[in-house]
């Protein structure tokens, strides 16, 4: 069992246990990530790539109509390169995300957080050869990531959710430094974007 493994398991064991708490509510999420990264400066054009994430979301009842939770992601996130044969590169990342949740109407929840992330590893694949490979040299991003995320959150059932989500890059996490024809490095930065659409059950339900 690896050390993300137990991280989870142990943030799982700890809020089922205080759940019987009315003020207390544990969630786990899942789904799909929609991601790229943007190059200012050194202008790469890229592409979407998809990845997925699942979390645990222990929120704190504040109001019947404001919790407050710190979610815990495993997120593969990640760009394409276009050409004849596209490289895509994938970062993993541990994502902790402070944020809010608002009602808005019954059901409908939308939030504002900020998004901490750990680098576990870089990956590329091609066209080619179709498997990913561990970069273990030149890394593209550093091992840190900031963002913002914002997010709506809808209730099919008391347990049962979908949600969207937008996270935007607010620290450059260039690693790599390109360079002009004469070999002058360009001032650029690199941020990440990435869309989540995803699902998530609570357990014990809302209100």
């Not at 913002?148 to 949600?163: E, M, P």
Request: hydrophobic share 45%; aromatic share 12%.
């Amino acid at each position: 069992m690896n050390n993300i493994t137990r991280c989870f398991l142990i943030v799982f064991v700890l809020f089922q246990v205080s759940s019987a708490s009315a003020q207390l509510k544990l969630g786990l999420t899942g789904g799909a990530n929609f991601s790229t990264i943007r190059f200012d400066g050194a202008s790469i054009p890229t592409e979407n790539i998809m990845g997925y994430f699942i979390g645990v979301l222990p929120r704190v009842v504040v109001t019947e109509k404001f919790n407050l939770s710190v979610e815990a992601q495993y997120s593969a996130k990640g760009f394409g390169l276009p050409s004849d044969t596209s490289t895509q590169y994938k970062i993993e990342y541990v994502d902790l995300i402070p944020q809010f949740e608002y009602n808005v109407l019954r059901g409908l929840w939308v939030g504002l957080g900020f998004n901490f992330a750990v680098k576990i590893s870089e990956k590329s694949k091609t066209e080619v050869e179709n498997s990913w490979i561990k970069i273990n040299n030149a890394h593209f991003v550093r091992n840190l990531d900031a963002g913002l995320k914002v997010f709506t959150r809808i209730f099919i059932t008391k347990k049962i959710n979908v949600s969207a989500a937008l996270n935007t890059g607010i620290v450059n996490i260039e690693a790599f430094k390109f360079t002009d024809q004469n070999g002058d490095p360009i001032a650029s930065k690199q941020l990440n974007r990435n869309v989540q659409i995803g699902v998530g059950y609570t357990f014990g339900g809302i209100k």
